[in-house]
């Protein structure tokens, strides 16, 4: 069983989001562990890009202050290589096209391989487009994220059919971001997602309080939190360590509360 898959075996999965090298790569490595400690099942990382278009300004200038810092692909390949050291959670790349083309298909699969990447999610990859990366990445292990978007339609179903890893499904219109309300019927996308696929679900974009994710956790498999997390790193800066943990542990605990 793969590490994705084992993620969701024990109840409510929690994924939460870094952006890689905000503000260092050492502080990204000692907060992912922080998220790990808090209760996290699966960690997303950012690979910073000048141009994230699915983002909102917490995660956008979060890759700016990443760059600034000098991240890079081969860094937070680094990153991914020290964290392996000191645990086994999932470790699900966010990144987009750009940055993967440039370093070649292969060449990053093959990394991706070496140093225990479970998979990515390319939020400009057209669901029609993805086959040529896809298959490199599958010959690698390492699984390509479906988004299911309310926009989705007719293609729920194509898309959740082919899925691997899990099914990411958006919740709102729009980029990333905190939200105060959830208002998509994502039980009904759920619904027919779960009717063609025992693949499991996670629901992300715009959750960040522990009652949001303890509802939004009674119709899917896993929550994701990401410019939340974010935001309390651009709050508390390289001092955001105990902030994280915290925040982590008490949305874990609304999601497990559930199982």
Do not use: W
Request: with cysteine; aromatic share 8%; glycine share 10%.
């Amino acid at each position: 069983m793969s590490r994705i898959a084992e993620s969701f075996k024990n109840g409510k999965a929690f994924i939460g989001f870094v952006t890689g090298g905000d503000p260092s790569l050492e502080k990204s490595e000692e907060f992912i562990l922080e998220m790990v400690r808090g209760g996290a099942d699966l960690v997303e990382i950012g690979i910073p890009f000048s141009d994230p278009i699915a983002e909102g300004v917490v995660i956008q200038e979060a890759n700016i202050r990443a760059l600034s810092a000098g991240a890079t692909v081969d860094k937070i390949f680094d990153l991914v290589a020290s964290l392996r050291k000191r645990t086994e959670v999932p470790l699900v790349f966010l990144t987009y096209l750009n940055p993967v083309f440039n370093y070649g298909f292969s060449r990053f699969f093959q990394r991706c391989a070496d140093l225990g990447v479970d998979g990515i999610i390319i939020p400009d990859l057209p669901y029609e487009e993805k086959g040529e990366l896809a298959e490199i990445a599958a010959g690698f292990g390492v699984d390509v994220i479906s988004l299911i978007a309310p926009t989705s339609e007719q293609r729920i179903k194509q898309i959740a059919q082919e899925a691997t890893g899990f099914i990411y499904v958006v919740s709102s219109m729009g980029v990333t971001g905190m939200r105060s309300e959830i208002q998509t019927d994502l039980k009904a996308i759920l619904e027919v997602v779960k009717g063609v696929s025992s693949i499991p679900t996670a629901v992300g974009f715009g959750i960040n309080t522990p009652k949001q994710a303890g509802e939004i956790a009674k119709i899917t498999d896993g929550v994701i939190v990401g410019s939340a997390i974010v935001k309390i790193i651009e709050k508390h800066g390289e001092n955001a360590g105990p902030y994280i943990y915290d925040y982590v542990q008490s949305m874990k605990n609304a999601v497990k509360e559930l199982d």
